[in-house]
């Protein structure tokens, strides 16, 4: 069985992405609602019992017949009646002798025998000398409470789950034809290659025969640009190879020690005829050795677009550089020709940026070479960076761990 692709794995985690955010926003909204809910029920159920303690504490006559739910302690000096039936613990002795002393009246929450209790101790009411106490059996009241902010949880966890599959459904729907998209581009790439390699391959072999004719009666020069015809045509097999690769999506990337210097001076070799003929000077600085982890073919195309579009935009002089450095390796392109026009340059990188009908050269200019490094260099976990020097010109930077390449990093662009 074929594992899917990078592509349609990209897919599903986008829409398992968007489903999490709907989900997680969806939470944001119970959660908002709970509270308020659960806000307004006990406020609401505190001033219902409020209103029903005053009213039992203002209307209190006698102890023997008070609204339901409540017991009424009267104190008159130190003689103290209480509603049959007054739970153990009452009534609030401190509470009658604070009032009965001047004090203000009480409003006390207090448990006693298991019980909840809601307690308000004044003044009787046109009479000074006695003090009454209301008391509240506030357990069924909690109990309703918690009952109500019980069903308004388990509505708004069932209203969270309906949301979040809904969610999900709509960003599998809405992704669905990204993924449709996604596969009509690597059945293209993989037709497109496919078509190729027959002519490739022609082109491959007759290149092959010219050399050796070549080498049998033409000169020197011509025998190496018979070799360099060779290196080229061989070249444009692996990479129609990498491209059929690239849209298999059960295939895996090749990957393996690759000599960034060696691939700057093969680049820098297969340019030199066209910057020849434009009167562009390559020099090439690099170390013996710069070895990273990748696909040979992958970081020698994405090299040789970058030198590709420093020859077409030179005045006289592109640079080529590599460098180490602690962990990874940079190769730098830099031309001395005008620059990159600022307005472009925060999005030189992606697609048809650049395409600008059809060069000074000849050529018509597409805007996908760039974008196609910049994809290259992410795939090997690196970054590409383009800015333009204070000595003018234009500078190119790729950077390739030295490390396992991942795909998690993207490519960047400074100015």
């Known amino acids: 069985m074929r594992r899917p692709g990078g592509d349609a794995v990209t897919v599903r985690r986008a829409a398992l992405r968007l489903g999490l955010q709907a989900g997680a926003g969806a939470l944001a909204v119970v959660l908002l609602v709970l509270v308020t809910v659960a806000v307004t029920l006990v406020r609401d159920t505190r001033a219902q019992e409020d209103a029903l303690l005053a009213s039992a504490a203002d209307q209190a ?47 006390t929450a207090a448990t006693v025998a298991g019980r909840d209790v809601r307690v308000r101790t004044q003044v009787r009411p046109g009479h000074p000398g006695t003090i009454v106490q209301a008391v509240l059996d506030a357990s069924p009241g909690e109990a309703r409470l918690a009952s109500l902010l019980r069903a308004v949880t388990i509505a708004a966890l069932a209203g969270l789950l309906v949301v979040v599959a809904a969610g999900s459904w709509v960003a599998r729907r809405a992704v669905a034809p990204l993924e449709a998209t996604l596969a009509l581009q690597r059945r293209f790439v993989a037709d497109a290659g496919h078509e190729l390699r027959t002519p490739v391959t022609l082109l491959s072999t007759r290149a092959q025969l010219l050399r050796r004719a070549a080498r049998r009666d033409a000169p020197g020069d011509v025998t190496a640009a018979a070799d360099a015809l060779v290196a080229d045509a061989e070249h444009l097999a692996t990479i129609l190879d990498d491209l059929l690769l690239t849209a298999d999506p059960g295939a895996g990337a090749p990957a393996g020690p690759v000599d960034l210097a060696e691939v700057v001076a093969a680049v820098a070799a297969s340019a030199a005829p066209a910057a020849a003929a434009a009167g562009v000077e390559l020099v090439v600085d690099a170390p013996s050795a710069a070895v990273v982890p990748g696909a040979e073919t992958g970081l020698r195309r994405a090299i040789t677009a970058v030198v590709d579009n420093a020859v077409r935009h030179a005045a006289s002089r592109v640079a080529l550089t590599v460098t180490p450095g602690r962990g990874s390796v940079t190769v730098e392109v830099r031309d001395d020709g005008p620059g990159i026009d600022a307005e472009l340059l925060p999005r030189l990188f992606e697609r048809f940026a650049t395409a600008g009908g059809v060069r000074p050269d000849g050529r018509r200019g597409y805007g996908i070479g760039l974008a196609l490094v910049s994809e290259v260099v992410a795939r090997h976990g690196g970054t590409v960076e383009a800015h333009n020097p204070p000595g003018g010109g234009a500078a190119f930077a790729i950077v390739v761990p030295a490390g396992a390449p991942t795909r998690s990093r993207r490519a960047r662009r400074s100015g």
């Open 61 to 107: 006559d006698d102890v023997g017949d008070p609204p339901a739910g409540t017991w009424i302690v009267l104190r008159t000096g130190r003689e103290v009646a209480a509603t049959p039936g007054l739970p153990a613990g009452l009534p609030l002795t401190d509470s009658l002798d604070r009032v009965a002393a001047g004090g203000p009246a009480e409003d």
